[in-house]
């Protein structure tokens, strides 16, 4: 949520900040905005709506200078408007700041400015911060480093901060809690950002700043202290994502293109994850065999498509741990009273490692003494650092707001996380570890197979894409594929789509069925113990008109029969058919949205990283 991004250097600051903003725009694209130092001080420009509202802006006027910091918004406090878009300035506009993240004692703050002289303009949390640093300035010894320490003593909640002051123009400063920061170190100056993709061209090594920290860049260098001013020597760590990782490389959007790389991303994930004899590795996992033996519980948290993801995840972990597997959302298991403790495994399933109620569940976890295990995508991310052991999904950066291949690769962390807690506790035979790898590793194939046959799906996505809802079932394994397809369908196209487990559906949605309701209905693998039960179900859609989209198994004339429309998808073990089988339903959004002209890579309202509640 919201993305921000700063330089310090001899050259130009815009066409950077620029460059770093339009990286960033899947953070929120509500209004964007960028302040610089030049010789008549700082100067702001702010445009609402998308980054090329601000680019217009800035080619009308233009603007040079540096430093500079910039802001793509996503709205939490206060409407998308221009005076509601960063950079926000105190009263003298001596001082400029971008913000991610929530002052929650902003009310109490301003209140006590405002009542001490200061002029408030806007609705959001953010404008306090240049106001309370401005008071501290007056108040305190005038140094502004002082100023903005005690400044931010005094403020709750999360922030990720760029701040300029034109009483030190040569200096750029940077602060974290709670909100990703990450600050920059290039040949040609030094950089913020809310993260790497966003100066991966500019800056080959980078400092991931920790919660209470504080970072003043200049054309020299780089400090970092404490909240407390105590100076900090930070570790300064390699980039190894490739430039072209953040471009779309001739696909038409970011989602398009993250579509089609998951048959690599998987095939890669897999080998990096077996030994050369081809048994379940997982080098990355560094919990004790011991501990894993005694666990009891595992309970999985996570948001969004990581939670479907997780679904899937306790219906494996289940079947092949014998562990007692649990899942809830970060939203709701933060305010729970979880009977959790030192013997349950905690797995925290997040593609950007930021995610607010993940981070909050995960420490919840932490204090009842649960070692903490997480999936995540992104090195150097708060979850990674603050987790016992990670799985790396290593998919690349995912740009596109709806996530898709950090989805299949957080399947198959799973399915490789099964096997090997399966086999260091005794539940699963060497010969059926060698059996599911062998069906793993026909996943990748499947997958490209799906690929192939995008214009097909599009014809499907064309004929059903105008209606005002759709509703996708599934049942056991796929019921998580189920409420994924739903989602991204809802996300992507704006059609209002349900998902639902199919056996489910006479108690309410049955009532929804006519002839104008698409019903897309997961019914892959014919000898599989749930499909009869599915194809039941597909029967109770059609005998009441319903229209049937079947994502179904390669030669299934069952299915044929029924389904007005058939997407078929390769042979796969059941417990493994969700990870080619979203992949269907992936296109199946995709081409609706196309069809109903949404923006596909930047849906309206969304976010790609929640770093609020
Ligand atoms: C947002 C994104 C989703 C994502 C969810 C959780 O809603 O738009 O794609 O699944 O956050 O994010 P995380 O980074 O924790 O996986």
Redesign the pocket.
């Given at each position: 949520m919201c993305g921000i991004v700063g330089y310090v250097g001899q050259a130009d600051s815009v066409p950077i900040i620029l460059e770093g903003l339009k990286r960033l725009e899947y953070r929120g694209y509500d209004s964007a905005g960028v302040a610089v130092h030049n010789e008549g001080g700082l100067s702001v420009r702010k445009s609402v709506g998308r980054l090329t509202a601000l680019e217009e802006e800035l080619s009308e006027r233009p603007l040079r200078g540096q430093p500079g910091i910039g802001h793509t918004r996503w709205a939490t406090h206060g409407e998308p408007s221009g005076v509601n878009s960063h950079p926000h300035t105190d009263t003298s506009g001596g001082i400029a700041v971008v913000h991610n993240g929530i002052i929650e004692n902003y009310q109490e703050l301003s209140d006590a400015l405002e009542a001490d002289g200061h002029i408030f303009h806007s609705e959001t949390d953010t404008e306090v911060i240049p106001h309370l640093i401005e008071h501290e300035l007056k108040n305190g010894d005038g140094a502004f480093l002082d100023a903005l320490l005690t400044a931010l003593k005094k403020a709750t909640g999360a922030y990720a901060l760029g701040i300029l002051s034109s009483d030190e123009p040569d200096k750029l400063y940077a602060a974290r809690l709670g909100s990703p920061l990450i600050v920059g170190l290039g040949e040609e100056g030094y950089f913020i950002a809310s993260d790497v993709p966003a100066i991966i061209n500019r800056a080959r090594r980078v400092i991931y700043l920790e919660d209470g920290e504080i970072a003043v860049l200049s054309s020299n260098g780089v400090e970092v202290f404490k909240l407390d001013g105590t100076p900090v020597t930070p570790e300064i760590k390699d980039v190894d994502l490739k430039p072209e990782s953040a471009e779309r490389a001739g696909f038409e959007t970011f989602m398009l293109k993250e579509i089609h790389e998951q048959p690599r991303v998987l095939r890669a994930l897999l080998e990096k994850n077996l030994d050369d004899s081809g048994h379940i590795a997982m080098p990355e996992i560094s919990l004790d065999p011991n501990q894993i033996k005694k666990l009891r519980r595992v309970m999985i948290v996570?948001?969004?498509?990581?939670y479907h993801a997780a679904m899937y995840g306790r219906l494996l972990l289940e079947n092949m741990t014998g562990l007692a597997v649990e899942t809830d959302l970060g939203s709701e298991f933060r305010y729970r009273y979880p009977k959790i403790d030192r013997d349950t495994l905690f797995i925290a399933v997040?593609?950007?490692g930021?995610?607010a109620d993940?981070l909050a569940s995960m420490r919840l976890a932490r204090k009842k003494g649960c070692r903490i295990l997480s999936i995540c995508n992104v090195p150097g991310s708060t979850l990674v650092r603050e987790s016992d052991s990670v799985i790396f999904t290593d998919c690349g950066p995912e740009i596109g707001?709806?996530?898709t291949k950090a989805y299949t690769a957080q399947l198959l962390a799973f399915a490789l996380l099964s096997i090997y807690l399966g086999r260091v506790r005794g539940e699963l035979s060497e010969i059926n570890e060698a059996e599911f790898i062998r069906a793993l590793r026909r996943i990748p194939d499947a997958i490209h197979y799906v690929l192939e046959r995008s214009d097909l799906v599009q014809k499907i996505a064309d004929k059903h894409h105008d209606g005002p809802s759709a509703l996708y079932i599934g049942r056991r394994y796929n019921y998580p594929t189920a409420l994924e397809g739903a989602l991204k369908n809802k996300e992507i196209s704006y059609q209002h789509a349900e998902g639902y487990a199919a056996g489910e559906m006479k108690h309410g949605p049955i009532a929804l069925i006519n002839e104008y309701l698409p019903v897309v209905c997961i019914c892959t693998k014919t000898e599989d113990e749930v499909y009869e039960k599915m194809m039941s179900n597909i029967r109770e859609v059609e005998a009441r008109h319903g229209r049937i989209i079947a994502v179904a198994t390669d030669g299934d004339k069952t299915a044929d029969k029924i389904a007005e429309d058939i997407i078929y998808v390769p042979d796969t073990r059941e417990d493994l058919s969700p990870i080619v089988n979203v992949v269907a339903l992936q296109l199946l959004a995709y081409y609706a949205a196309q069809s109903r002209g949404t923006d596909i890579d930047k849906p309206r309202n969304?976010?790609?990283?929640?770093t609020v509640e």
């Open positions: 996570s948001c969004g498509t990581a997040s593609q950007s930021e995610t993940t707001v709806a996530s969304l976010a790609k990283s929640v």
